[in-house]
């Protein structure tokens, strides 16, 4: 199972950290997706980091304020958040296939709880 940590509160404006861990082994090797839901929406996509480093965002629109890279020793994924904004309140989950390319949006087998992102003034 995954773990998210890194969600609070905060300003319009201001950035996020927000890791993703899998107690007892190694992300490193494995592609990562990062996505967020708002309670009764559907859940969104937001981007993957292959095994490979290599990302790919599902929206066009969330190129430029997420970015996100793995810790040096390859132990969690970070998902980068900047310039938030009011509609960027959701829970945020990662979640792997345990495969080292990116799988398609659906194809996520492995999921974290989440962490709660609340962006407000």
């Known amino acids: 199972q995954l773990v998210e940590s890194g969600g609070d509160l905060a300003q319009p404006g201001g950035s996020l950290r927000l890791s993703c861990a899998a107690p007892?082994?190694?992300?490193?090797?494995?592609?990562v997706g990062w996505f967020r839901q708002v309670p009764g929406k559907e859940r969104e996509g937001i981007l993957c980091?292959?095994?490979?480093?290599?990302?790919?965002y599902y929206k066009e629109t969330m190129k430029g304020r997420f970015t996100v890279s793995r810790d040096s020793n390859e132990s969690t994924v970070v998902l980068q958040v900047n310039s938030l904004k009011l509609e960027d309140t959701a829970v945020y989950h990662c979640?792997?296939?345990?495969?080292?390319?990116?799988?398609?949006?659906?194809?996520?087998?492995?999921w974290g709880r989440g962490t709660q992102v609340t962006v407000s003034s």
């Open positions: 980091i292959s095994g490979h480093n290599v990302v790919t």
């Open positions: 007892g082994f190694t992300l490193g090797n494995y592609a």
């Open positions: 979640a792997t296939d345990l495969g080292d390319l990116c799988p398609d949006l659906y194809d996520f087998d492995y």
